[in-house]
């Protein structure tokens, strides 16, 4: 197991399995097919992403060092908060960027579902965790990789 | 983050519980990106990304519903991107119309709360809120709660307003509010240039391309351009307006770009000269052999990369009028220089209602209509969106186009060759 240290953007505890993005999310290309659908597993659609494509993102650890493409890109991740169909928890290796702070704190507010979120936890963060681990969020950013 | 007591009051719910969320979501948003307190929008207007009733979306239209039933309305007006459809204007055979219905089911519930919140109008459906016609021109040092990054961008580089890179419902909450968080390119700081770019080019650049290589360079980061004013001059004429409106769109798009200066020529780089230059700043230099690098590095992700073309979108971001007379000039100079007399692919030139209105006084209008080619007010990205329409071969001048869609990417000269030319 080890531990990895980041910051506290949208705080919460949860344990999930880890869904791995290694380049940067494209939020609505991902969870464009699940809202039209409406997938509540939330199969990953952005053909572009290799790592997650096709698989399940609702209720993972979504792993990533940050999100890309459309500025409907907040809205994209509370949408999908809305109907259930979110990852459990968000963690970014980089800062968060804009569109993903306004998505998971729009879920924190808007939503009753709670979608943790913690960012600033490190390249080695992103190169250590591998897709299928066990992933803990403690208080105060701490991160649990088993 | 500080808040003062009017500030604090409102959290607390002395403006109801409505009003307290979206302060709350205000504050924790300025506190992610530490802010030190949240200032007021002195811009008159405001301007929306999200102009579009995707039925992807229900949960933002309840929302929007939610606040407006909660008694919540915009303190300012403001302006929204352009409208996702245009079945008069925009080639569409009744398959794809029956898909855009379906699509964009929530159109007319959506701008019904749009006028509800606040719209500045029936016609304010532009991503180039800024031109003369449309009339939402922030002045210098405005603080805006603006999203759509080609408007951001422009508004923060041309007009020297000042406007973070915000995402949509975060843009609408501060005009709701009335204040923004004071973080990155609301700061002096923030608007500190880290990269310098120098042109060493012998003509001037197309601006997309030229847009799309400092874009793809420097990211989210504040470039400070040297040696454009060699070709552009030092005034800010409607002409320079549209190039700087073109390269900016591209840098927001290829990149992530909120702001630039340009030596010379933007406001504050005339005001501050390389005292907007930060300590350490990088060097990248684009000559010609560079903007040909990076255009030839655009992937065609064309079925048929050969395929011809179906349908050409120019203008994104919208026309200016003066570029409405400038490519009806041309696509007509163009054909009669080959003996023709209508384009040989489908053209779509996209601006705002109210300057298409003007247009349609003006000479250029008639020389435009008789080269066979269509005017509209739509997004072509949003045409885009529509999955039968992104299977076609459609090509266009816009590197932002390029960019989020399956559309191919000439230059306006390659472009102008493509429509004048007979296709087999």
Redesign the interface.
Known sequence: MREFKGRVVVPGTVTATALVSRQGFNTLASFKKALLAKKLDAPCSDQDNKDIYEKPMAKKALCLPKTIGSTTGGIVLYCASEMGASPACLLFSESIDSLAAAGAILSDIWTSTSMPTVDRLGQEFLDYVKEGMRITIKENGIVEVD | MYLDKEQTDILNGSQGDTMA?IM??LV??GE??EADKLIPITSEEGHL??SFGI??????Y??FESLLQAGVKSKQSFTVDPSPMDMGNVPASPIQKLVFKILYKNQKRYDDQLKRMGIKGEDMYTCTCYMDEVGNIPDYGDILSW???SAVVYANSVLGARC???????EMFGSIIGYVPNFGLTTDEGRKATWIIDINADKLPEAQVLGSAIGLKVMEDVPYIRGLDKFLGNDLTQEVKDYLKDMGAATASNG?VGLYHVEGITPEAKKLNDALIAKDAKTYLIDEKELLRVQESYPCIWKDPKAKPKLAFIGCPHLSLLQLKDWSNKIDAELRSRGREKVSVPTVLTSSVPVINEFKKTEEYQILISTGAKLSYICPLMYLSNPLCSKMPIITNSNKLRT?TTAKYYRDDQLLDILGKEIG
Not at chain 2, 55 to 60: E, Q
Not at chain 2, 164 to 170: D, E, P, Q
């Open positions: 969320k709350k979501t924790m948003y992610t990106f990304v999200t039925n992807v979306m229900d949960p933002y309840e929302m999203a759509e990054s973070n890179r915000n995402s949509a419902i975060i992530a989020y």
